[in-house]
C-alpha cells in the first residue's frame, strides 16, 4: 500500500465500539500497537482507546517519531522505562540514526515516566515548563499507580525531570526537517503542548486533540479556555494532518468533531439545565447519547458532565 492509500485509509478510520478490555494488538511487544509510517518518515504507534491496563502496559496514549537524516525526534516519552524501550526497538528497525531529542507533550505519567529509559541513553528531554512543574508535583503518584497497575512491567521505571523547559515555542531544524513545539494556552492539563511540522502541515497534537475515545475532564481542566485556545491557536494551524494524543492518526475534521465539537456540546447541554435551575444530580444524567460510540463513554461522561457543571456554575 502506497503512502497516499494508506494515508486515506487511516483518516477514515472508523471508531472501535466501546469497551475497557480492547485486546492487544502487537503480540510480543509491550506496545499496544506497531508504530506505522503515517506520512514520510513520521511514524506513530496507537495506544489503546481505552484506560492504562496491566494487558495493554499503560500504552493508551500515542507514541509518535520522526525520523531525519541527523537523528530521531521522539514524542512522548511513554508510560514507563521497558515501554519507552520497546518503542526504541521498532525505531532502530526502521533506522540507524540515534535518537537525539524527547519531546514530553504534557506532565501525566504516560508522557513522563519512559523518561527513565531516555535519560538514561543520553537523550535531551524537553517539555513546557508547567508539564515539568506538574511532573515533579505528581510524577511520584503516577509513579506508584503505574507500580500498582501494571505491575512487574514498570519495573526499571523512575521519576525522571525534563532536562530543559521552555514557555511559548522550542524550534529545532534536524536534517532538513523543521520542527516547532508550541504552546498554545490552555487546554486539557498542564503544559500540553503541539509538536508542528509546517512543511508537512501535520501536528502532533498530543491533548489538544482526541480520536476515538470520549475525552477527559480532569478538575483542573478549563474547558472555555481549551475552546478558546483551540479556534485562536490550533485551528489556524491549518494542518492537513493530525496525530491526536489519543486514537488514529487523522485529520482536523475529525479531532475537531471529538474534542472541541464535544466539549461545546457538553458545554452547551449543562448550560441549559443551569438556565432552567438544574441541580449537580440532575447534570450527572445529561444526554450525551451521541459520543456513546466513543471509547471510554462508559467510564467518563458522568464524570464529565458533573465537572462541567462545577465549572459552568461559576462562569
Known amino acids: 500500500m502506497n503512502y497516499i492509500a494508506a494515508t486515506i485509509a487511516i483518516l477514515v478510520a472508523v471508531p472501535a465500539s466501546s469497551s475497557e478490555d480492547i485486546a492487544d494488538q502487537y503480540e510480543g511487544s509491550l506496545l499496544y500497537s506497531k508504530p506505522v509510517e503515517f506520512i514520510p518518515n513520521v511514524f506513530s504507534a496507537t495506544g489503546a ?4 491496563t496491566y494487558e ?3 500504552h493508551n496514549n500515542n507514541l509518535t517519531f520522526i525520523v531525519t537524516n541527523d537523528g530521531v525526534v ?3 516519552g511513554g508510560a514507563s522505562y521497558l515501554l519507552a524501550q520497546a518503542l526504541h526497538k521498532e525505531i532502530k528497525a526502521v533506522t540507524s540514526q540515534p535518537v537525539k531529542l524527547v519531546f514530553n507533550e504534557n506532565g501525566q505519567g504516560h508522557a513522563m ?3 527513565s529509559y531516555w535519560a ?15 511532573f515533579e508535583e505528581y510524577g511520584p503518584q503516577s509513579l506508584r499507580s503505574a507500580q500498582t497497575r501494571i505491575k512487574e512491567r514498570a519495573d526499571k521505571t523512575t521519576v525522571v525531570l525534563p532536562d530543559e523547559t521552555f514557555e511559548d515555542e522550542y524550534i529545532v531544524e534536524m536534517g532538513g526537517i523543521k520542527i516547532e513545539a508550541r504552546y498554545l494556552g490552555p487546554s486539557h492539563s498542564p503544559g500540553d503542548i503541539v509538536i508542528w511540522l509546517p512543511e508537512q502541515s501535520l501536528v502532533i497534537a498530543g491533548d489538544m486533540a482526541f ?3 470520549m475525552l477527559p475532564i480532569f478538575e483542573h481542566t478549563n474547558t472555555l479556555e481549551w475552546i478558546e485556545t483551540w479556534d485562536a491557536k490550533f485551528e489556524t494551524l491549518n494542518a492537513t494532518f493530525v496525530i491526536p494524543g489519543h486514537g488514529h492518526p487523522t485529520n482536523m475534521d475529525q479531532v475537531r468533531r471529538y474534542t472541541k465539537g464535544y466539549l461545546e456540546y457538553l458545554r452547551g447541554k449543562i448550560g441549559e439545565y443551569l438556565d432552567n435551575g438544574g441541580s449537580l444530580a440532575d447534570a450527572y444524567y445529561v444526554d450525551q447519547s451521541p459520543y456513546k460510540h466513543l471509547d471510554t463513554y462508559e467510564e467518563l461522561a458522568t464524570k464529565n458532565a458533573g465537572r462541567v457543571f462545577e465549572q459552568m456554575e461559576f462562569e
Open 49 to 52: 482507546t481505552a484506560p492504562p
Open 56 to 58: 495493554n502496559a499503560g
Open 74 to 76: 521522539v514524542v512522548n
Open 113 to 115: 515516566l519512559g523518561n
Open 120 to 134: 538514561e541513553q543520553g537523550v535531551k528531554i524537553v517539555a513546557h515548563i508547567d508539564a515539568a512543574h506538574e
Open 211 to 213: 480520536h476515538e475515545r
